[in-house]
């Protein structure tokens, strides 16, 4: 039941809704909404009962925390129960591991599975292996990405751009190829519109030239309008997809090979805010779509960047 709080000689008194004074709380409150509003339920970022799967959920090194292993992590303190997938079981274990001390009024329920992304067959088995232990399908974040080959359109390696748009591009289509069966399985009710979520991983790389090489940017351009295009195909049967754009962070896919402060304090530099992000910024804006509260969002593309593809450069001057 429904109670509010009313001051009665200077002490607080719980009373129930239905029977506060009617008159008073029209008469005061045109403005207000009307009480049959209150038919529309507040959105809960809970996931509990809800099961996800997160591709390149581990990270290189053993306590490094990269956007995948962030994400399972921040799904899981929701509750959600966590397939947690990559092509080196020993780091999807690890994020496994973490969850019981990082999230432990969280995710109940976990699995790591040993799966390359870029095979069909893989993907088939992750969701049939989800389906398996969970019996259902409710969430898929896509986020195995790689810089790939290097060079322009002049001098790029054919066969490992043939390899880079297979793991940043064609993974994506495949492990949704088979989720979003699974996902329409699930049921459906006007309180409960939405069967299932994909979050897609692009990059700022995917909306602006100015990357050196030519693979990295193009593959996370077709990230984002393949979200686009899938959220047109699915809309109808209650799938939303959408797609994370991260821009300069700090994490092991980027400093893993070494990175100088020099370039790190560059990167720093080149947003609004000037201040460095990592990959729980990005975990935090995919549970988001991911989520109930993002019930009405799909197709959308969002950037977490601090600002850096807001504006073409920042202005101190009058001009
Ligand atoms: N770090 C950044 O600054 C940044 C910026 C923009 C976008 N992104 C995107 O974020 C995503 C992940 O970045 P990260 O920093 O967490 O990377 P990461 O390298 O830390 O983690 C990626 C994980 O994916 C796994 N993986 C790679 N290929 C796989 C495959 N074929 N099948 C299954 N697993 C595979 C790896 O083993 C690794 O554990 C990528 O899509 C990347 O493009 C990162």
Known sequence: MLLFT????????????????????????????TPTDCRFKKPSRDLRGKVAIVTGAGSQGDNHIGNGRATALLLAEDGASVVCVDKQL????????????????????ALALDADVTSEQDCRHVIDAT???????????????????RGTAVDVDLTEWAEGLKVNVTSMMLMAKFAIPAMLKNERTDEKPIRGSIVNIGSVAGLLGGTPHLLYPTSKGAVINMTRSMAAHHGADGIRVNCVCPGMLFTPMMYGAGMTPEVRESRRKRSLLGTEGNAWDCASAIRFLAGDEARWITGAVLTVDAGATAAVSVSTGTA
């Open 131 to 149: 389906l398996a232990e969970f019996g259902r399908v409710d969430i898929l974040v896509n986020v195995v990405g790689i810089m790939g080959t």
């Open 90 to 109: 020993s780091l999807a274990q690890r994020t496994v591991s973490m969850f019981s001390t990082q999230s432990p009024t969280g995710c109940k329920e």
């Open 6 to 33: 009313t001051k009665k000689r200077g002490s607080s008194v719980l009373r129930p809704a239905s029977i506060i004074n009617q008159r008073s709380f029209t008469a005061s409150s045109t403005n207000l909404q």
